[in-house]
């Protein structure tokens, strides 16, 4: 084996994440575990991970794309890709909110977690 290839079974969703509806219960907590342990192996793996987006990519989907090496995102307006853990009011659990410095810099991550900030309402 060379590469890993993550992609979504169809052509319209590459993950929608954790389902919200768990939070607080006890599959809610494993979920959070188990995510955190799986995106920081695909992180960590000695062999390149390729997120191939092949459709939306929603919170823990955005998350599981930002733990692999690779993204490529199919050129579609169909395809949309974000942290919308924020319009919940909760952080990403799986480490994004720590990845996404790290791939796109402190001031553009600021940048973007601003400007979905900015269209909150509080």
Known sequence: MRAIIITGA???VFSAGF???TIGTPDGEKGAVK??????H???YPKPVIAAINGVA???GCEMAMSCHFR???NSERVAIGQT???LGIIPGWG???RLPRLVGKAKAAELILHILRHLTL
Do not use: C, P, W, Y
Request: hydrophobic share 35%; aromatic share 4%.
């Open 19 to 21: 389902d919200v509806k």
């Open 96 to 98: 994004g909110s720590q």
């Open 72 to 74: 490529i995102m199919v």
């Open 58 to 60: 929603l919170g823990g």
């Open 42 to 44: 695909i992180e960590g």
């Open 10 to 12: 169809g052509e319209k």
């Open 85 to 87: 853990e924020i319009n």
């Open 35 to 40: 995510g955190r342990e799986v995106f920081s």
